[in-house]
């Protein structure tokens, strides 16, 4: 199986209405085909899937960063 690793997910990026980008992870091949599907069969042009590594980046406090605690 593709994606019997928990490092490994798939990116599917899609173009949507005044030329955004929306970005969908997912951890299975089956669901991002369908995903695909789902976005031509909408009329849309078709998404790209990329096969993408996750790497744990470790404690990260978001007041550090200047998150605003959300």
Request: glycine share 12%; net charge positive; aromatic share 2%.
């Amino acid at each position: 199986m593709l994606l019997a690793r928990t490092d490994h997910a798939l990116l599917v990026t899609r173009t949507i209405r005044g030329g955004k980008v929306r970005r969908r992870i997912l951890l299975s091949l089956d669901a991002a085909e369908r995903a695909a599907d789902r976005v031509v069969g909408a009329g849309y042009p078709p998404p790209t899937i990329t096969l993408v590594r996750l790497l744990p980046v470790g404690h990260v406090d978001l007041d550090e960063l200047g998150g605003d605690g959300r």
